[in-house]
């Protein structure tokens, strides 16, 4: 099992930046597919980006494309989500998850941190 922790929400204007953690613990990290979450009140929860054990393949929601960066340090056991230019419906519960299997669901989750982008 791998445990999953994040750090690094508040408060930010728009046009602002932030920079959230994911530390995890337990079975090797970098056996993991790594991946960021999001849901904002009364929305379900959307991807936001992925990454692949080794960090060389990323994926984006078109949403934050060219926004946010998704990144990894296997020798820290963390993986980070780079936010610039952020926009007010950015404003959500940031999760990061993990699973074994490339193609199956993630089976682990953080239990969030929350990200308020105000105008």
């Known amino acids: 099992q791998v445990q999953l922790v994040e750090s690094g929400g508040g408060l930010v204007q728009a046009g602002g930046s932030l920079r959230l953690s994911c530390a995890a613990s337990?079975?090797?990290?970098?056996?993991?597919?790594m991946g960021w979450f999001r849901q904002a009140p009364g929305k379900e929860r959307e991807f936001v980006a992925s990454?692949?054990?080794?960090?060389?393949?990323?994926n984006y929601a078109d949403s934050v494309k060219g926004r946010f960066t998704i990144s990894r340090d296997n020798a820290k056991n963390t993986v980070y989500l780079q936010m610039n230019s952020l926009k007010p419906e950015d404003t959500a519960i940031y999760s990061c998850a993990a699973k074994f299997q490339a193609r199956s669901s993630y089976e682990y989750w953080g239990g969030g941190t929350q990200v308020i982008v105000s105008l």
């Open positions: 337990g079975r090797s990290f970098s056996s993991y597919v």
């Open positions: 990454i692949s054990r080794s960090g060389g393949y990323t």
